[in-house]
């Protein structure tokens, strides 16, 4: 398992420089400290289109986070 982790690891920080802000997007919440969480991620995909995607450029949500200390507190709705 460790061994995953480093190989996603190793992937990731080579994918983000060259994706972030391309196609590959972080929406981030603040609370009213000024605290700021990643809370929801989000990739572009580029398909052939058709009847299901008209257009060729379609998002998928990868992930959405919420730390176990700041539950039901809007911060995922926020970013979504």
Not at 5 to 22: F, T
Not at 33 to 51: D, H, K, S
Request: proline share 9%.
């Amino acid at each position: 398992m460790e061994e995953e982790k480093l190989l996603i690891y190793k992937q990731l920080k080579h994918y983000s420089p060259a994706h972030l802000k391309i196609d590959f997007f972080a929406a981030l919440s603040e609370n009213n400290n000024g605290e700021i969480f990643p809370v929801a991620f989000i990739v572009i995909l580029e398909r052939p289109v058709n009847t299901s995607f008209p257009t060729p450029k379609n998002g998928m949500v990868l992930n959405v986070l919420t730390y176990p200390e700041y539950p039901r507190m809007g911060y995922a709705t926020e970013a979504l």
